[in-house]
């Protein structure tokens, strides 16, 4: 039998992912049920989930030409952060009022992963009223401040 939480991996993903174009886009409901609610999702007002779409790889910079050799131009190279903690960045500049509250794997292309990250409205009276999610409701962009469980993953909390 299988888990709950792994119940997804059955489903045909890849025949989805290919479908997914947009680089930050709100959806309707997580794909992951399970998962967004062991991260604090709930299926009311306030909370909504974006799907953000993140290239697989090293950041590439831009090439300098003049005087080097080849070998050291050094043009890709690892970032600190882990490529959901930059999803989530992502995800809350395109939806500024909202906060990120956390996010998950969903899928991968040959070019790129996917990640579903829970945000929050904390203005929104249901939200205030929720004795377990209202203490977003001071934060304020805690995502840029690392402080999101990828992001403090990489500052190694």
Partial sequence: MIHRMET????????????WKHAAERIAKPTRIARARSLGYRAKQGFIVVRARIEKGGRKRPARRKGRK???IGLYFTTKQSLQ??????????????????SYYVGESGTHKFYEVIMVDPHHPVVARDRKINWISNQRKRVFRGLTSAARKSRGL
Avoid: D, G, Q, S
Avoid at 8 to 19: A, G, H, L, M
Avoid at 85 to 102: D, F, H
């Fill in 8 to 19: 997804w991996k059955k489903e045909n993903y890849k025949i989805k992912v290919r479908k």
């Fill in 70 to 72: 080849p070998t050291k």
């Fill in 85 to 102: 903690a930059i999803a989530e960045k992502r995800a809350a500049r395109k939806y500024p009022n909202m906060e990120v509250l956390n």
